[in-house]
């Protein structure tokens, strides 16, 4: 076989460290962007925060000027990123600072006690272990005992249910203390008795309907407690399904009865371990914040989450005396002039969307969810040059405030139906209509999905059954037969 050299053309995409580390940047939260960039203040030198008591106007209500609309300042897109800002041998440091406000740490009236931590001030939420150990220590017992009741706090799940049987517990831990299975199944009874009198009420029991008789039993003796106690024990089920004719048979009340014994058992938890040893609260900050400037709703971006990061000038500068190319610095110096660029190239960024959504939306910022409009990820990428990918990016984590709530920047993208009148409607609006009519329905007679889907045709919109079921599972809402109420 001979051997030979052969010229081939072909073209690749090469992603550059720069771009790569853009492209990351923009995926994040403003959370874990600010988290971000305390790893490279620890590990870069060259970079640093902004002089918080630089002479700078504060931003105040009377002040704030409104942002620079995207026509005035244009911005390369993401995948076509031309970096007009200083060149990286530049001898002036880069500088990233959108926020102009004066900041609230490095100096003031600071503790001076080395031994205060503030972290004590924290508020620590006790989780459901710590809470029924802390009763526990309250009642005088043997440690035998003690043991007992600190055995079953420790075998319970998140909801605070007892899931092992009391019997399999005793069979496990017979042999460990060297006791009749017989005789420490007593015990275990015992101590499970003292744990289900703890707070809360329904905490300790092997199942649901043991918890809600705990929780009832909890309350103040009453004809209605009674009736709930007997409802939730013997005829759950027809309460579900809101067979109300059956109730009255079974139970010989009238509907005044059954209706608060009904509101009664709603009022119980499921769940008694809820609001215990949860999940970690996951804090949101808005990314952009809109307001109304004469007639008009702007978007502007949220100085209070803009981070002030700036290269270091001295080091800066002695790295220029020195002109040592090898100098493990000068990597530093580049790294840190790349993450100030692309800082500000990612505001820049969720700024020019933000603005391309908020020009779109303005009735849903004037007149609610049912004045959305139907849009798609295509329609902004296409308006600004961007790849849809870069805009899935942009709207994911980033949230944007406005007299109305707080809402990811997803929410306002959604797809639509065609109207009697040639329009489209969005499926949020479709929704927020939907959840209008069953809070408008007849208790005693809820809206059927069919119902409700002639309700929606009679206004224009032309939904099937199944979407209007869909629409109303998306909201949370039960069907009509377990709406219905006496």
């Known amino acids: 076989m001979k051997q030979s050299l052969q010229l081939k053309l072909s073209q690749q995409l090469t992603l550059t460290p720069q771009l790569q580390q853009s492209i990351r940047l923009l995926q994040l939260s403003t959370v874990e962007l600010q988290q971000e960039i305390e790893q490279f203040l620890l590990q870069n030198p060259m970079l640093e925060r902004a002089d918080e008591y630089e002479t700078k106007r504060p931003a105040t209500s009377s002040n704030i000027e409104p942002p620079h609309s995207q026509h005035d300042q244009p911005t390369e897109p993401l995948e076509h990123s031309n970096d007009h800002h200083k060149d990286e041998h530049t001898d002036t440091p880069l500088e990233f600072d959108y926020s102009g406000e004066w900041g609230n740490g490095g100096g003031g009236n600071r503790d001076e006690d080395e031994d205060f931590d503030p972290h004590g001030r924290l508020y620590h939420e006790p989780t459901l272990r710590e809470h029924l150990l802390s009763q526990l220590a309250e009642h005088v017992l043997s440690a035998r005992d003690r043991a007992i009741v600190t055995l079953l706090i420790e075998a319970l799940n998140e909801q605070g249910y007892l899931e092992d049987g009391l019997d399999s517990l005793a069979a496990e831990l017979s042999g460990e203390l060297a006791t009749e299975a017989d005789e420490l199944l007593g015990e275990l009874q015992v101590g499970?008795?003292?744990?289900?009198?703890?707070?809360?009420?329904?905490?300790?029991?092997?199942?649901?309907?043991?918890?809600?008789?705990?929780?009832?039993?909890?309350?103040?003796?009453s004809s209605i407690r009674n009736l709930a106690l007997e409802i939730s024990q013997q005829h759950l089920n027809l309460l579900a399904n809101r067979d109300f004719s059956r109730l009255r048979k079974l139970t010989g009340q009238d509907d005044n009865a059954l209706k608060a014994a009904q509101q009664l058992i709603a009022s119980l938890n499921p769940y008694p371990a809820a609001g215990f040893g949860g999940e970690e609260t996951r804090y949101v900050a808005a990314d952009i914040v809109v307001q109304k400037h004469g007639a008009t709703w702007v978007a502007r971006l949220n100085s209070a989450a803009m981070p002030r990061l700036r290269v270091n000038s001295l080091y800066a500068n002695l790295l220029k005396q020195q002109r040592e190319s090898g100098n493990a610095l000068n990597g530093q110096l580049q790294e840190a002039r790349w993450l100030v660029r692309n800082i500000r190239q990612r505001f820049d960024t969720i700024l020019r969307v933000a603005e391309a959504i908020v020009i779109r939306q303005q009735a849903f910022f004037e007149y609610g969810e049912e004045a959305m409009l139907p849009l798609v990820l295509r329609e902004i990428a296409e308006e600004l040059g961007l790849h849809e990918s870069t805009i899935s990016r942009v709207t994911s984590q980033k949230f944007l405030l406005c007299p109305r709530g707080l809402f990811e920047l997803k929410y306002f993208f959604g797809s639509g139906l065609e109207t009697d009148s040639g329009e489209s409607c969005s499926a949020t609006a479709i929704k927020a209509r939907l959840k209008k009519l069953i809070q408008a329905e007849d208790p005693k007679k809820p809206l059927s999905d069919n119902t409700l889907a002639e309700l929606l045709s009679r206004e224009g919109i032309q939904v099937a059954r199944r979407t209007v079921a869909k629409y109303r599972e998306a909201l949370h809402l039960p069907p009509a037969n377990q709406r219905k109420a006496l």
């Open 192 to 221: 499970l008795s003292l744990l289900q009198q703890f707070e809360p009420a329904g905490v300790g029991a092997r199942n649901l309907h043991e918890s809600m008789r705990l929780q009832l039993q909890a309350q103040p003796p």
